[in-house]
């Protein structure tokens, strides 16, 4: 690959490339390096659209070299039904970051949803109890089953609850991962009553009114909502982040677009209140989890170091082994 060739990944080469115990690895030393100071906050635009919306998110890590990314995504629920379209589709494009040279241009969707998933899972592995069994999906289509197959990681799950609006994709979900992890997988219409019998819970839905309350979660449970990456979207009940330690993947963020920022705008917590960024807690300089009874939510809005994490590993790995194609805007 000549200096100024520019690489281009394409969905079935990033499967193919990016495991998601690599993923794993790779975003929770970004949540670490962000943790101990030696990462820039990232930074995020978003621009709302009919049927959904755009943002740019933006980071630069200290890696094997300087990496700078930048990943733009549209994000429109009623894709599936209206157009045949994913949810999701984007890029990231991935620089050098001391001379500011583009690397690689690769698609976003698969980085998004392992990167996603990931994160839930470093801070399961942070935030929830140890001897987690039980978990509910509340949310079953591509991103629910990553973060299935990523909390299968941390914890030994002997059961999950999958709910979803649409009873068909809660019943498919149940039959492909049950038999995919070889876990117990039960499809059920009662999310209430499902998370209450949980010592997880993940929302991952494009909802725009709460789906818990603090009356269906039980003490001890671990929550990460995953779905409210824009203002208008909504997972949790302000109540629920007020009676719960809250910890955000970027405080920033969640303040203005995640569960946390429906429950300051309801005045009912303060930024005060926010016990953690994930990565002071990976990093060590803040407790996580600090008695089996504590109900902790984990606000996961999207870091954007999480994608340029990802999007190292992908440019390395694919430039050891030849994959994806070379493009030079070279004059």
Do not use: W
């Amino acid at each position: 690959m000549k200096a100024d060739d520019i690489l281009v990944l394409t969905p079935q080469e990033i499967r193919r490339l990016l495991s998601l115990d690599e993923c794993f690895a790779a975003v929770e030393q970004a949540f670490r390096l962000y943790g101990e100071g030696k990462a820039p906050a990232p930074g995020v635009l978003s621009m709302h659209a009919a049927g959904g919306g755009f943002h740019i998110k933006a980071g630069m890590l200290d890696l094997s070299r300087k990496y700078f990314a930048a990943k733009i995504n549209g994000n429109f629920p009623d894709n599936g039904t209206r157009f045949g379209l994913p949810t999701i589709q984007g890029v990231i494009v991935l620089s050098d970051a001391d001379q500011g040279t583009p690397l690689a241009v690769m698609d976003s969707r698969d980085v998004t949803s392992l990167r996603t998933a990931a994160a839930t899972a470093v801070a399961a592995k942070y935030l929830s109890r140890e001897d987690s069994r039980t978990a509910t999906v509340c949310g079953c289509g591509q991103q629910g089953r990553v973060q299935l197959k990523a909390l299968a990681c941390v914890r030994q799950l002997r059961s999950v609850f999958a709910y979803d609006a649409f009873p068909d994709h809660a019943q498919d979900f149940a039959r492909e991962l049950g038999a995919e992890l070889s876990v117990n997988v039960t499809a059920v219409s009662d999310l209430a009553a499902a998370v209450r019998e949980s010592d997880i819970c993940v929302t991952c839905t494009p909802s725009r009114q709460a789906l818990l309350g603090p009356e269906e979660v039980r003490p001890g449970t671990f929550v990460a909502a995953v779905g409210a990456d824009s203002p208008l979207k909504q997972e949790l009940h302000p109540q629920l982040m007020a009676t719960a330690k809250i910890v955000c993947d970027v405080l920033e963020q969640c303040a203005v677009m995640g569960d946390l920022h429906h429950a300051l705008t309801a005045g009912v917590l303060r930024r005060e209140d926010v016990h953690a960024e994930l990565g002071e807690v990976v990093a060590g300089k803040k407790r996580g989890r600090e008695s089996d009874a504590e109900i902790i939510v984990f606000d996961s809005t999207g870091m954007a170091l999480q994608d340029v994490a990802a999007a190292a590993i992908l440019y390395e790995k694919a430039n050891r082994q030849g994959a994806g194609m070379r493009l030079s805007f070279s004059a």
